[in-house]
């Protein structure tokens, strides 16, 4: 694990544009994990201009999201479906079938999810995996538990995470008490994983994720046992380390 903190979330977010951006550079048809929330918009907004500037093509470049909320279809406006092609894919010059997001609107979810970690196994595995972390140390939508789950599932959302994810809807009751989101062994299975924390609101996971024990309690403490696993940190998120 490398741990990177600067000054600024917007310095750490470029920071991580900067690998992407040459991940693509060095493997044009690479094959990026990306994730979504509040973390990596600076990163994105950081890749659309190195696209418009000419530096970056993403012509051949494949894309699996983490997770998406149960029961929304693509075009809500609170979906991941929504807030990738809003953030980023529609910014960029990606072909729509080399994007792809989980299914939570599918009536058989579970199958859904096999499927999904087939088709990423089919492309060859992740290059690049592009992370955000939660309040309570999860990864994706994996959430503390007694055990790290290795493939594509369907979580049931801790209150911590619903209440996180309020400020997105309307009310809490609005926000899906579901997710479909990639187990930690699909993440660990990406050639390298770049977690992005900010703010102090995430100091405490990101304590405890790198000088905690590795456990299920705090999923992204197994980031540890990665060998290229990158955290892009504030000073903030970095202030208990």
Sequence with gaps: MRICVFDTAQQACKAAAAMIASQVIRKPNSVLGLATGSSPIPAYQELIRLYREGILDFSETITYNLDEYVGLTEQHPCSYHFFMQDQLFDHINIRKENTHVPDGHSEHLDETARAYD?????????????????????IGFNEPGSQFIYGCHVVNLSQSTIEANTRFFDSEKDVPRQAISLGIGSIMQAK??????????????????????????????????????????????????
Excluded: W, Y
């Excluded at 087939?118 to 140390?137: K, S, V, Y």
């Excluded at 102090?200 to 456990?215: E, F, N, R």
């Design 118 to 138: 087939e088709a990423i196994c089919a492309a060859g595995g992740i290059d690049m995996q592009l992370l955000g972390i939660g309040r309570n140390g999860h």
């Design 192 to 241: 390298t994983v770049l977690l992005i924390a900010t703010g102090k609101d995430k100091a405490q996971a990101v304590h405890d994720s790198i000088l905690g024990d590795v456990t299920p309690q705090v999923q992204a403490s197994i980031l540890r046992t990665h060998p290229e696993a990158i955290f892009f940190l504030d000073r903030d998120a970095a202030a208990l380390l």
